[in-house]
């Protein structure tokens, strides 16, 4: 596939954190001899990651801003231009030993989201998508799964942990899927959620309580897939709410009034 000078900015930053974050995801086996503590060791590794992101997009493209999960939001001179970026997707799968968890990089023109790169460094799997210009997965073109019965479904989810979420609501939401899908599957990143989906390796994913940096990418690979997606709400809130639902055009609509009704009891 022929990229774009934008996209292989992404991309190229993309790679250089993810030989960061492999080296140190190479190390997790000795955790429990470090110092300070596998938490302080999974925040530098992140911190490193975002360093080299925010150092390599500012330079390729002066005067764009930036959201960021550590540094927050940073104003840029240009106007029209952001980057929502996550740097380590999936902190808790890194701190255990498990591959999946990404790096997110999407750039937003004028409120729309134009470009959006994913990177499994674990993995080696590149998932890049332009505004018209279709999705990939290491330069094979990515369709959304075809599959129209929920019957015949695996979903994604992202589950509430320690601290986090209303466990109550996402019970019922869970029961109410449970009963109507072949499967349901929850990888521990949002960013590689949503790129699976328009990888046809799920057929439709359900989170809420997620950050803008997690899901842009996301949501570009899914709609450059030929997949849908909206807020809980139906509407197109997702960054601002962060609630999410996605598929392609039939599980999509079929997985949003499953996830909101009521549940009926046994």
């Not at 490193?48 to 001179?77: C, H, N, Q, W």
Request: glycine share 12%; aromatic share 6%; proline share 3%.
């Amino acid at each position: 596939m022929a990229r774009s000078a934008l996209l292989n900015v992404m991309v190229q930053a993309a790679m250089k954190a993810g030989r960061s974050l492999s080296r140190d995801f190479g190390e997790v086996q000795n955790l429990q001899v470090s110092m300070k503590g596998p938490g302080d060791f999974v925040s530098q590794a992140d911190r490193k990651a975002e360093d080299i992101l925010f150092t390599e997009l500012s330079k390729a493209r002066p005067g764009y801003a930036f959201l960021m999960e550590e540094r927050g939001a940073v104003a840029g001179d240009d106007g029209q231009h952001r980057w929502l970026v996550d740097p380590l997707d999936g902190t808790t799968n890194f701190l255990h030993g498990i591959p999946l968890f990404a790096i997110s990089i999407a750039l937003e023109r004028q409120g729309q989201i134009v470009a959006g790169v994913v990177y499994n460094p674990a993995m080696d799997e590149l998932y890049t998508a332009e505004r018209g210009g279709g999705a990939f997965m290491n330069d094979r073109r990515l369709r959304v799964a075809g599959r129209t019965k929920l019957t015949d479904a695996v979903i994604g989810c992202g589950i509430p942990h320690l601290g986090r979420g209303q466990h109550g609501n996402f019970l019922v939401e869970l029961r109410n899927v449970m009963a109507e899908v072949s499967g349901v599957r929850r990888l521990g990143s949002a960013s590689l959620d949503l790129a699976y989906v328009a990888a046809g390796r799920m057929d439709g994913f359900w989170e809420v309580g997620l950050s803008a940096w997690d899901i842009a990418a996301g949501l570009l690979l899914i709609r450059e897939a030929g997949g849908f997606v909206s807020d809980f709400a139906g509407g197109q809130e997702m960054l601002e709410g962060g609630s999410v639902v996605a598929g392609n055009e039939v599980i999509q609509r079929a997985l949003l009034k499953t996830v909101k009704k009521p549940v009926t009891p046994s």
